[in-house]
């Protein structure tokens, strides 16, 4: 993982431009998303947050995690159904996921031959590729 700058300035400087503060609660759920590999729902996270001890309102986490979207610190994971799922994109590839559409479960894979796919693509058209997303919907064999 390259970090060009550390998160909490990233999230600092946009919250400044935006006339908000960076309070401990945002801070804390900053911290809490940092510390969760992969794929991550709001209430995984506030379960994390709880368990730390620290108390953030459910309102606060999904402000706090608006905000990081609109920064570009978290990335929302297009997932069938009704849960919101997100996960940590600032310094780093975004996971490659397998949706299971019969269970709800995202399962985190790594496929390096996709980028030199994607680099070709862009290439051979003029372009350079800023990103990709690439995600599975699958259902288990009956």
Avoid: N, W
């Avoid at 996709?114 to 051979?124: G, K, P, S, V, W």
Wanted: hydrophobic share 40%; glycine share 6%; net charge negative.
């Amino acid at each position: 993982m390259q970090i060009v700058e550390p998160l909490c300035a990233v999230f600092r400087r946009k919250l400044k431009a935006e006339g908000a503060k960076y309070t401990p609660e945002r801070a804390q759920v900053l911290d809490a998303i940092i510390q969760i590999d992969g794929v991550f729902e709001v209430d995984q996270l506030a379960d994390a947050l709880k368990e730390s001890e620290q108390h953030v309102s459910k309102a606060t986490i999904y402000r706090t995690i608006r905000l990081l979207q609109d920064t570009g610190i978290v990335q929302r994971v297009l997932v069938e159904g009704e849960s919101a799922y997100y996960q940590l994109v600032y310094g780093r590839r975004p996971d490659d996921l397998i949706i299971r559409m019969d269970s709800g479960e995202v399962i985190s894979v790594s496929v390096p031959e996709l980028t030199e796919i994607r680099d070709r693509l862009c290439a051979e058209r003029g372009l350079k590729a800023k990103g990709d997303r690439f995600q599975v919907f699958a259902v288990g064999e009956e």
